[in-house]
């Protein structure tokens, strides 16, 4: 019998990658892994290269150097649209969604569902109302697919944003501080949504400043400072004040 995690390829594995844009050094030789049905933590201060280690693995940047691997293959892109057709996707700090539209029609924007052919075809919001429907039940989100988007609260934005990512055969969500700004109740409303992925048995990385939420639904955390990994511990191995102490240095590595 394999002991958790023994035997299995990660979802996706960075070998000594780094990023630099001339004399700035982003990341620095950084390895790190996902697994299938996991939720990483990924934390660090303003700078320390959280966003543009993200970015290299949704196809924005190419590592400088190092290599990324998904399934156990080599994993090379040139732009976004390449992440996703891998099963990458990213939920966005600003969720890219259009206040006036329909919470369907936001989850199909630039992937419509149309009936008909050539020229002739329309757009089929009744399947994209069932399908959004679906998808924000497997989330058990309160969300509803004929609802506006201006009129949401910021859990169910996030909830229209989450469920994009269930309409392709996605293995790995990134999400960049999800809970910034929205209320204690939305907060909840949006951890239950990633316990969700992770039930799916989806991978995610979680970008967040947010000490309380890494620790209520991440397994693991990475913690990163000035460009590099200084930590990448299970969270029931770590505390709060440690993780404090290795964003600020105070704690050099661990």
């Not at 019998?1 to 990341?27: C, D, T, W, Y």
């Not at 020229?119 to 058990?140: C, S, T, V």
């Not at 991440?218 to 000035?226: E, H, T």
């Amino acid at each position: 019998m394999l002991r958790e995690g023994e035997g299995r390829v990660p979802v996706l594995e960075l070998a000594n990658i780094s990023k630099h844009f001339g004399a700035i050094q982003a990341v620095n030789d950084v390895s790190l892994s996902l697994e299938a049905g996991e939720v990483v933590g990924l934390m660090g201060d303003n700078g320390a290269g959280k966003s543009t280690l993200v970015k290299m693995i949704a196809g924005n940047f190419r590592p400088s150097h190092g290599t990324m691997r998904m399934d156990g293959a080599d994993l090379v892109m040139h732009k976004p649209v390449e992440a996703r057709r891998h099963g990458i996707e990213i939920v966005h700090q600003d969720l890219a969604l259009c206040n006036n539209l329909t919470a369907a029609e936001n989850v199909f924007l630039g992937r419509e569902l149309r009936r008909g052919f050539g020229p002739f075809g329309i757009l089929d919001y009744p399947a994209m109302n069932r399908r959004a429907g679906q998808i924000f039940a497997e989330l058990k989100s309160e969300t509803r697919p004929r609802d506006l988007v201006r009129q949401m609260s910021g859990g169910q934005r996030q909830a229209v944003a989450i469920a994009r990512t269930r309409l392709t055969d996605a293995k790995i969500v990134l999400m960049d501080e999800p809970t910034a700004a929205i209320s204690v109740r939305q907060i909840a409303e949006v951890l239950n949504l990633i316990r969700r992925l992770r039930d799916h048995g989806i991978a995610v990385a979680l970008i967040s400043h947010r000490m309380p939420d890494v620790f209520d639904v991440a397994d693991r955390v990475i913690v990163m400072r000035r460009g590099r990994k200084v930590a990448d511990k299970r969270i029931a191995d770590s505390s709060p004040e440690e993780v404090t102490g290795l964003i600020t240095g105070a704690i050099e590595s661990a």
